[in-house]
């Protein structure tokens, strides 16, 4: 009977591994486990989804400028961060094409950034507009959004011209108040934190940098208005990971459409029993989970403002692909010359746009609206935030009493105001621009209720410009790139140096990197603005 049994045991063990050996053989390991230890569901949490918001650094930033345009009635603001202005690498070109576009846009030279961007984009955003249920209507739905803009003057790979057209690309629709562009960070291309990553200048393998500056804070008040103080101690909620395999649709697979199989949520313990909103975060190329671990979804800045402000924040995720996405980049090209809608990467039917509606959808069902009404007052926690050399941020609690709000200036503290809006102030903040650097302002705010009845000023806030920041002409790239685009020479067979200082940059390879300053006509040195 033990022989019996024991043969038994190995029939069926033999059988087991027969059965299994070719799922291991043709998933991977990672994928056998998925198929024993599935990752569990993405929860509904009842979002209000008329509340959402989205930011992103780098392809992440491109990401999240397509996602709000093609979804912007959802959106109450966008936050883009080194990021390229919409369909910039131009859906109408074959792939490879649109790929080398790319870097022209990165660059933002010539008819690629500044005013001619702008320009190119909002043309293809009216394409888009005029195909019926491509993107939501831009001219209805863009102009409330609250946007905040972010390039630090040392992003040597998503210049400044770059940003500059993603700029005016948004002021084509958005009210001049509506947007702050934050341009005197010294930063590099980086996700920038006030607390977590490596030295502001320098280039560190997470591309999240210390740059004592309170990047998602300043975004999620510009969109939201004043918040409730960050939780600087141990946070109420949780990290958790969810299976996005379910949100790729027509029968694909995570990996062809540049996804990795799991995401993660940061849920503050408060939104598990009261309605909250959503803001989605799209991590930067080379960021994605399975190259630098949580280092994105923990510690980004993000969760410590969430916990306190009832935000969920959604961390999808990209995977690499050694033949279409070699970085694990954010789809803002189109991946796949052979997937039949890989035009549509700017667009409602985007594979990747597509999949993260579904999974805010999915985060907003069984929502329940929260009772009670807000009371037509003074605007209360008004103050100046932010500034750069020509602008000041300001913002105040949101007031669902009020239609809108009128913003006064002063050059004194005790006035005279006068107002700076030309029409009502919609949401909660402010970007006073073309501004004197080194100058301080004075500024007071009033509630408007929907019969037109202004309420008492706030009390005075003031705010002072900040210095002009350095004229820096930055470049990163690998040192290949740097020789070819004659920023840089061989120099001894194995190595190159920069043109003009003959800075030693290291090996002449693709995965050598540096980061040089042009000085002047043929002259660069390795290094950073101050």
Not at 198 to 218: D, K, V
Not at 272 to 300: D, E, I, K, M
Not at 448 to 472: D, K, R, Y
Request: glycine fraction near 10%.
């Amino acid at each position: 009977m033990k022989v019996s049994r024991l043969v038994f045991i190995a029939v069926v063990s033999a059988v087991v591994i027969a059965i299994t050996a070719p799922l291991f053989l043709s998933f991977g390991l990672k994928r056998f486990a998925r198929f024993f230890f599935p990752t569990p569901s993405l929860a509904a949490y009842g979002v209000d989804i008329q509340q959402t918001s989205v930011s992103g650094v780098s392809s992440g930033g491109a990401m999240a400028l397509q996602m709000h345009v093609a979804h912007s009635s959802i959106m109450r603001g966008v936050g883009v961060l080194a990021g390229v202005a919409y369909a910039c690498t131009d859906p109408l070109l074959l792939v490879a094409a649109r790929v080398l576009r790319g870097f022209e846009c990165m660059d933002g030279a010539g008819p690629f950034g500044g005013p001619s961007g702008a320009a190119f984009s909002i043309a293809k955003t009216a394409d888009a507009a005029a195909v019926p249920g491509a993107i939501d209507d831009p001219a209805v739905h863009l102009p409330t959004q609250k946007i905040w803009l972010f390039s630090g003057y040392n992003d040597g790979m998503v210049r400044r011209a770059a940003m500059d057209a993603v700029a005016l690309y948004y002021a084509h629709y958005v009210d001049a108040g509506n947007i702050f562009y934050k341009t005197n960070n010294r930063a590099p291309h980086a996700l920038v934190t006030d607390n977590y990553g490596g030295p502001c200048l320098g280039f560190n393998s997470e591309f999240i940098n210390n740059c004592s500056y309170n990047m998602a804070g300043h975004l999620l008040r510009h969109i939201y208005g004043a918040l409730n103080q960050k939780n600087s101690g141990s946070l109420s909620g949780s990290i958790a990971e969810f299976d996005q395999t379910e949100f790729v649709k027509g029968g694909l697979t995570p990996a062809s459409v540049g996804f990795a199989d799991t995401g993660y949520v940061y849920v503050p313990d408060v939104c598990r029993t009261q309605a909250c909103r959503v803001h989605v975060v799209f991590h930067g190329c080379q960021q994605y989970a399975g190259l630098v671990g949580g280092a994105v979804y923990r510690h980004s800045g993000y969760n410590e403002w969430a916990d306190t402000n009832r935000i969920i924040v959604l961390y999808p995720q990209t995977d690499a692909d050694a033949d279409f996405n070699p970085k694990g980049c954010w789809d803002w090209w189109g991946l796949d010359q052979l997937l039949p809608l890989n035009s549509d990467f700017a667009r409602k039917t985007g594979y990747q746009v597509s999949a993260i509606r579904s999974m805010i959808d999915r985060l907003a069902q069984n929502f329940v609206p929260i009772g009670g009404s807000d009371t037509f007052a003074t605007p209360q926690d008004f103050s100046a935030r932010d500034s750069t050399a020509d602008s000041v941020a300001l913002a105040w609690r949101a007031n669902s009493a009020a239609a809108g709000f009128n913003v006064y200036r002063s050059s004194g503290n005790s006035g005279p105001f006068a107002k700076i809006n030309s029409r009502l102030v919609t949401g909660a903040s402010f970007g006073d621009r073309q501004l004197s650097p080194n100058t301080a302002y004075y500024y007071q705010l009033t509630a408007v209720n929907q019969s037109g009845i202004e309420s008492a000023p706030t009390s005075a806030v003031t705010a002072t410009t900040a210095p002009q920041p350095p004229a820096c002409d930055p470049y990163f790239s690998n040192n290949v790139t740097h020789v070819a685009s004659l920023r840089a020479y061989w120099y001894g067979l194995l190595f190159a140096r920069a043109v003009g200082s003959n800075d030693n940059l290291g090996l002449n390879t693709t995965t050598t990197f540096s980061q040089l300053m042009k000085e002047g006509a043929l002259y660069y040195s390795e290094g950073y603005c101050s």
